[in-house]
């Protein structure tokens, strides 16, 4: 029987609200005047007419149009505005029910470096579109009980030409006392069709941008970037395969993002430049991102990593970046870096790079931090996200006026600012990194080195080297090349006042037939000096005639460099030591400026006292030099 009283009494209701329409029509004028205010466009409409919308009252507007421009306009085919008649019962005032818009297009254009909407006033000037307006509309959207929008298209043209059209957008809204649910789909109608989707549950209040509250998901499954080219027109990197997906889950807390999860996967992405024509094909890539703030800043970690490029797998990997906002710096971590697969030549690097790549750098680099800082006078980038709504009022109060500016050059604060940055804002603070096969070709003084392993530690004015290296191979110019057993050593170094000071805490370097250690000290080095040398070394080798091609003849005075080369005929086993003390532009100091001993143990030697002489066979005993005072015993 209850069931019976409400449908016949839903009956009657409806029959009274169908019955106005001819009453509603008579009111399309004010309502195209009301919304024309609302939004700050001129907004016609076809016909108005009421219906039902399930259990709510609606009003019916169709072919909506914003907009005076007959070519370039915004049309609504179909605009329902309902009543939730039960809360309006309850509290006797009306209240908002459905806000459904079906089968509408948008076009948005590139013009002069921003987007306008055909339809939408975009001039900064309008007196319609004020930021008050704007969050009148918002005002009114969030006080809807459901937002339906479904069949909507965006084409999005570029000033080159370029379309990238968006079709199938629907959305739908629900909303319980300013705690809202949404879901939203779209597709890239595209040869390859990409599919994009948005979750969300989350409180908003557009009068308290602060207390916003929510979790989002975003999807974007078969995304070629190829077909996003067109938004980045200025690079020199074209995209020509590949395919991939991302997924993101966002949680804002007290109006500021709290926390973002991201899962990015793609295979086979293809690039070329387009200056050189140099390409470069990455396999696979799939990385897991976590965004936080924390006390400091902020912290973005990507763990874990897997990517094969260029036919190298890396190792699985790990990423983390980390913001100071009080020091205004950055500290990077990256577990692995596989050089040579790194700095790929399908990549415009800065001319500082090129003249590293020229050299063809290879090796592993594991543990690898980095900590830069931006400079002063430089724009920064944000903590933390937050969402604000700023009026025109406090607009006019924060920036300096130039609306009334007479001059035709001036710049409107409304417009878009560019902030540019480049490698020069960055100060590098220190590296630290442990590397493995480290290798590179010759280049002017540098000499050819392979598989090299040890840990750097670079600072501005400071550092340290640890070398623990095997079979590191040696190419000197103008020198033969030698492979090295081991090559042990540990140095720092560190800029006073007096110059640079470099200290030499072990150096072992072992051959079939070398073996020499040594340690000591540099002071006072500059560019115009080669300071002051401190060194004790002990050796001991074979065939010790073979090394005189090695002598730094260059920093030797060359009576000294001759008597070795020419009157040092053979010396088939030696070992010793060797002491320095002195500035390096006396050496070998004779003329008592310095020290300069060699204590050594030889047999099997053949050595001239001067090329005058007679030399000296069979030698098996002790060697004693001093400076320019040479003792065989």
């Keep these: 029987m209850l069931l019976a009283v409400l449908i016949i009494l839903m009956a009657v ?26 939004i700050g466009q001129p907004v016609t409409i076809q016909t108005m007419e009421t219906g039902w919308y399930w259990f709510q009252p609606v009003l019916k507007l169709n072919q909506v149009t914003l907009g005076d421009d007959s070519e370039h306009n915004f049309r609504i ?58 969050k009148q509309m918002l005002i009114w959207l969030s006080q809807q009980e459901h937002l339906v929008i479904r069949h909507v298209s965006a084409y999005f043209h570029f000033s080159d030409g370029g379309l990238i059209p968006v079709n199938g957008l629907n959305v739908s809204v629900a909303n319980r006392g300013r705690h809202y649910k949404f879901k939203g789909e779209a597709r890239l109608a595209q040869t390859s069709s990409t599919n994009f989707q948005l979750l969300g549950d989350g409180y908003f209040d557009p009068e308290h941008f602060e207390d916003i509250e929510g979790k989002f998901y975003f999807s974007a499954n078969n995304i070629v970037p190829a077909q996003w080219q067109n938004f980045f027109p200025k ?68 763990d874990p990593i897997r990517l094969r490029i260029g036919g190298v797998a890396w190792p699985e990997n790990k990423l983390l970046l980390k913001y100071n906002k009080e020091q205004q ?71 300096p006026s130039t609306i009334l500016s007479t001059d035709p050059n001036a710049t409107h604060t409304s417009q878009k600012r560019e902030v540019h940055f480049s490698i ?85 370097v072992s051959q079939p037939e070398l073996t020499l250690s040594m340690q000591g000290a540099v002071d006072e080095l500059t560019h115009q000096s080669m300071g002051h040398v401190r060194l004790a070394a002990e050796f001991s080798g074979k065939n010790w005639q073979q090394w005189v091609p090695f002598l730094p003849k260059k920093y030797m005075k060359p009576k000294l460099y001759l008597w070795l080369k020419n009157d040092v005929k053979q010396i088939a086993n030696a070992s010793g030591r060797v002491r ?52 065989l015993i």
């Design 235 to 302: 690079t020199t990197e074209h995209f020509e395969g590949g395919k991939g997906n991302i997924n993101l889950w966002l949680d804002v807390h007290h109006g500021a993002v709290s926390s973002v999860q991201a899962q990015i996967t793609f295979k086979r992405l293809a690039w070329r430049l387009l200056n050189n024509q140099n390409s470069q094909l990455i396999q696979s890539f799939f990385a897991n991102l976590s965004w936080k703030p924390d006390n400091l800043g902020w912290q973005l970690q990507a």
């Design 77 to 134: 085919n179909k605009l329902l505005v309902g009543i939730n008649l039960f809360k309006s019962l309850w509290s006797w005032q009306i209240q908002p029910g459905v806000l459904f818009i079906d089968d509408m297009h948008l076009n948005l254009r590139e013009m002069d470096n921003h987007w306008s909407i055909d339809g939408m006033a975009t001039d900064p000037l309008s007196n319609d579109m004020t930021p008050e307006k704007t």
């Design 580 to 631: 320095i003390n002195g500035l390096a532009k006396d050496f070998p100091f004779d003329n008592n400026s310095g020290e300069f001993i060699i204590e050594s143990y030889a047999s099997g030697g053949e050595i001239a006292i001067n090329s005058k002489w007679r030399a000296i066979k069979e030698i098996d005993g002790f060697i004693h030099l001093k400076i320019v005072i040479l003792v």
């Design 329 to 399: 710096s950055y500290l990077l971590f990256v577990k692995s870096i596989i050089i040579e697969s790194l700095f790929s030549d399908a990549i415009n690097w800065p001319k500082s790079i090129q003249n590293i790549l020229a050299m063809k750098p290879q090796g592993i680099l594991k543990d690898t931090q980095v900590l830069i800082s931006l400079n002063t006078n430089v724009s920064v980038i944000p903590p933390i996200p937050v969402f604000s709504m700023v009026t025109a009022k406090e607009r006019l109060q924060s920036e």
């Design 424 to 508: 020069d804002d960055y100060s590098i603070n220190y590296v630290l990194t442990r590397f493995e096969q480290l290798g590179w070709d010759a280049k002017d003084d540098i000499p050819q080195i392979n598989n090299l392993s040890g840990v750097i530690n670079w600072q501005p004015e400071q550092g340290r080297l640890e070398l623990d290296s095997e079979n590191t191979s040696i190419n000197v110019k103008g020198y033969p090349a030698q492979t090295l057993n081991l090559l042990n050593g540990a140095f720092d170094w560190k800029e006073l006042n007096d110059g640079l000071r470099v200290s030499m805490e072990r150096f072992v």
């Design 13 to 38: 209701l409806s029959s009274i609200f169908r019955s106005l329409t001819p009453w509603a029509k008579e009111y399309k004028g004010e309502v195209e005047h009301h919304l024309s205010i609302l």
